[in-house]
């Protein structure tokens, strides 16, 4: 008798008379079917599929760069501060990005053009105070990066002045249209009682409004500009002009969180001669570096790269490591400005160049989801290939058991059952199988033989 089951270790047992071959075996199953056919042709379609993958990527990545080769970045044009932006501009180009500065009348103006998908700019300075997420949510933060001072000159004719109340019904100017000065100065005269129908507010800009006040044309100026703004450093070593130390700096403070105080030493613009005599107490509202959401996150790592070379060192009013600070005042920081304060610049990023580096990532991201289907396609396909091998043995050895049944049941005469046995013994001897296998297949053609005897015997029996 031949017993036959079929499962994935094939069992095969063989149970015959004192002139045949008593057989048990058990073939466990293997990870040889390496060199099948079937199983090189998957391998190889997987190999094309990941030159697929890579061509289709290198195509995209060169029809859609992986980073922009240009940013436009906006700034304040009388802001003061030209060496950082300079700065910047050497950092991207050191890494073959150009950035483009564009000049603006202030930070309101600067925030409009980041706002506005037509203007092409995707970074700006910012000041605190002008916007929210509900107002920009297209935009977000890589943390602040400075303080901005509010200078309050005064001609020195007059008496000295510590409170913004004091400039009522004189003319002052609060800064052009649309600029941050502007918005701040009418928010704190208000606060203070003044208006256009008490006082004659003049929008002028930072060097106009110095020009005119050291000519005597105007009696106080108002300015959010940095120490080294031309403006500012005219009006501080000018004989006739004074600068307003604010006593009331704290309440500001108080009522606005986006201010800060700060505290302008004494013979900063001009030891020798005092200029100023002495400490002068000030409001600050910090910068921001404000982005689009959608800008690509290595030109957000380079941007604060930047920041962290320009921003750190000491200041008049900041101290060495201060900034960029992860702060968002008004904006939330961006994922990539979060991890940067975290971990700082990718790997990559810090011994590669940037479109390398970028190269690499992009690769990963797109490769990986194919990896991630071709492992286990490639740990599986040998042992599902093992199972098929071995299930159409078994399978043989089904139709041998039934030309056995058959003779036991007298069901059959011999000359039909050895000629199926004949079809079947050529099927066996024409199939092909891995070498691991050929075991299994030498198995399978004694046993025929072995049924094959028994159908001689009886043929001959009559």
């Known amino acids: 008798m ?15 008379s004192d002139d045949r071959v008593t057989r048990d075996e058990t073939v466990p199953a293997t ?12 391998a190889a379609a997987i190999i094309l599929l990941f030159i697929l993958a890579a061509g289709i990527f290198g195509i995209t990545a060169y029809i859609y760069p992986l980073f922009p080769r240009a940013v436009a970045m906006a700034i304040v044009a009388e802001r003061g501060g030209r060496s950082e932006y300079e700065r910047y501009r050497q950092t991207f180009a050191k890494q ?32 605190n105070g002008l916007t929210d997420p509900q107002q920009s949510p297209e935009l977000a933060s890589l943390g602040t990066v ?56 003049l929008t002028l800009p930072p060097n106009e409004a110095s020009e005119r006040l050291v000519a005597g044309n105007i009696q106080a100026a108002m300015m959010l500009a940095a120490p080294d703004a031309p403006a500012v450093q005219r009006l501080l070593v000018s004989p006739d002009i004074k600068l307003m130390s604010i006593s009331h700096a704290d309440t500001y403070v108080a009522l606005y969180p986006f201010l800060t105080t700060v505290v302008l030493p004494a013979g900063f613009a001009d030891l020798p001669h005092e200029r100023p005599p ?27 790269e930047a920041a962290t070379q320009i921003h750190s060192s000491p200041g008049v009013f900041q101290k060495a490591g201060q900034f960029p600070a992860a702060e968002g005042p008004d904006l939330p920081l961006s994922p990539d400005a979060q991890q940067f304060y975290k971990t700082g610049i990718p790997l990559l990023q ?6 390398l580096a970028v190269l690499i990532e ?3 991201i797109t490769l990986l989801p194919v990896g991630a289907i071709a492992y286990p396609l490639l740990r599986g396909l040998p042992a599902f290939y093992n199972w098929g091998v071995r299930r159409r043995i078994s399978m043989l050895y089904g139709e041998l058991k039934l030309v056995e049944l058959s003779l036991e ?13 004949s079809r079947l013994e050529h099927r066996v001897s024409h199939l092909r199988v891995p070498p691991s296998f050929a075991h299994l297949l030498y198995a399978l053609r004694q046993d025929i033989s072995l049924v094959r005897e028994r159908l001689d015997k009886t043929t001959e029996r009559p």
């Open 409 to 421: 049941n007298e069901s059959r005469d011999g000359l039909s059952a050895l000629s199926e046995l």
């Open 278 to 304: 002495s400490d002068v107490k000030m409001i600050a509202i910090k910068m921001s570096l404000v982005v689009r959401r959608d800008l690509q996150s290595a030109v957000q790592y380079l941007l604060l």
């Open 2 to 16: 031949v017993s036959c089951q079929s499962d994935t270790n094939l069992d095969l047992t063989f149970n015959v």
């Open 31 to 42: 990870k040889s079917g390496w060199f099948g056919r079937r199983y090189l042709l998957v």
């Open 96 to 127: 073959g990005v150009q950035l483009t500065l564009v000049r603006t009348e202030g930070f309101i103006e600067n925030l409009a053009m980041l706002r506005s998908l037509d203007s092409g700019v995707s970074v700006a300075l910012v000041q």
């Open 146 to 201: 400075g303080y901005v001072p509010l200078w309050i000159f005064y001609l020195n004719p007059h008496a000295s002045l510590d409170q913004l109340a004091q400039l009522r019904g004189m003319r002052v100017a609060v800064g052009p249209t649309g600029s941050g000065t502007r918005k701040l100065a009418l928010e704190l005269l208000a606060r203070n009682g003044i208006d256009e129908s008490n006082t004659e507010l």
């Open 362 to 364: 992009q690769l990963a």
């Open 350 to 355: 810090r011994y590669l160049p940037l479109w």
